[in-house]
């Protein structure tokens, strides 16, 4: 029986951390689908300002999205354009995978 870690990269408890998270998964699956304003996340998710705020600026910290023009001090200004870095992308396209999630509840 094969696992279904493989592909995680030994990045198992760092996934969990994310995803335990709240609001995180939803916005940085959002960001995949290209750039975007506050604004623009708050008309798509059911999450207030706060939540996506929280969510981005915790999601900058970890290297995952970036705001154009790229300062960490002023993270969710409504002007700001937002997309997700190369890792970013690479943590979606891992989380598309039922494979990983299944390892990520698995006590084992």
């Not at 939540?51 to 790229?70: C, M, Q, Y």
């Not at 300062?71 to 409504?78: Q, T």
């Not at 891992?94 to 698995?106: F, I, R």
């Amino acid at each position: 029986m094969s696992d279904p870690g493989v592909g995680l990269g030994g990045h198992r408890e760092q996934l969990r951390d994310l995803v335990s998270r709240p609001h995180l998964v939803d916005v940085l699956d959002v960001l995949s689908t290209g750039p975007m304003t506050l604004p623009q996340m708050g008309a798509v998710l059911p999450r207030g300002r706060r939540g996506i705020a929280r969510a981005l600026h915790d999601l900058v910290l970890r290297g995952l999205v970036t705001g154009e023009p790229g300062s960490r001090d002023h993270v969710a200004a409504a002007h700001e354009r937002y997309r997700c870095t190369a890792r970013g992308q690479t943590i979606v396209a891992l989380l598309s995978k039922y494979s990983v999630w299944a390892a990520l509840h698995d006590p084992w």
